[in-house]
T-cell receptor, first 110, second 114 residues
Framework: DAKTTQPNSMESNEEEPVHLPCNHS???????IHWYRQLPSQGPEYVIH???SNVNNRMASLAIAEDRKSSTLILHRATLRDAAVYYC???????????FGSGTRLLVRP | DTEVTQTPKHLVMGMTNKKSLKCEQH?????MYWYKQKAKKPPELMFV???????INESVPSRFSPECPNSSLLNLHLHALQPEDSALYLC?????????????FGSGTQLSVL
């Protein structure tokens, strides 16, 4: 299965940008990168996904490295409600599976 | 309606009991998933249904029996579970199975096996 590597935890101040890194060094050219987050006592929630170029939506931005071996989820202004576990997921072209990695626990300080 | 509804929210059962978890969505999604999540761990894929047919079984023990009676409903039948099966069971759905599709998750059923 496709394996991603993320830091276990990160901290941020409220109202500041947050950059959450993810490594997926053996990804192939047709595999998508997905990000989900899980708030306490809730199921995971879709954040964003992309293939090659950078992607933006109302929640976040996704910056994918040119060689596609890493990506960064960008929260432009962290709020207390953004405190969650963020999962970077490499979804293989050949598989229908969404396999979660270990995730990054984001702490947002007021 | 972008909601996946799971019932019950909490379930306590003995090792000899038979119980079922239910999941429902009305988004017209044709792929549905069961995940298991232990405390402070990421969700682990158990089963995937596509167009009401089981397409992926991640070598899950037979004491877990999934069922997809129609495109809106997904059940997980539980029988003779072990205490180590205590976990949060998450249901999810997507329009289709493709890797470009996003999953919508329910809030889960917290299961305790005594």
């Amino acid at each position: 299965d496709a394996k991603t590597t993320q830091p276990n935890s990160m901290e941020s101040n409220e109202e500041e940008p947050v950059h959450l890194p993810c490594n997926h060094s053996t990804i192939s050219g047709t595999d998508y990168i997905h990000w989900y987050r899980q708030l306490p006592s809730q199921g995971p929630e879709y954040v964003i996904h992309g293939l090659t170029s950078n992607v933006n939506n109302r929640m976040a931005s996704l910056a994918i490295a040119e060689d596609r071996k890493s990506s960064t989820l960008i929260l432009h202004r962290a709020t207390l409600r953004d405190a969650a576990v963020y999962y970077c997921i490499w979804r293989m072209d050949s598989s229908y599976k969404l396999i979660f990695g270990s995730g990054t626990r984001l702490l947002v300080r007021p | 309606d972008t909601e996946v509804t799971q019932t019950p929210k909490h379930l306590v059962m003995g090792m000899t009991n038979k119980k079922s978890l239910k999941c429902e969505q009305h988004m017209g999604h044709r792929a549905m998933y069961w995940y298991k999540q232990k405390a402070k761990k990421p969700p682990e894929l158990m089963f995937v249904y596509s167009y009401e047919k089981l397409s992926i079984n991640e070598s899950v023990p037979s004491r877990f029996s999934p069922e997809c009676p129609n495109s809106s409903l997904l059940n997980l039948h539980l029988h003779a579970l072990q205490p180590e099966d205590s976990a949060l069971y998450l249901c999810a759905s997507s329009r289709a199975r493709g890797q470009n599709e996003k999953l919508f998750f329910g809030s889960g059923t917290q299961l305790s096996v005594l």
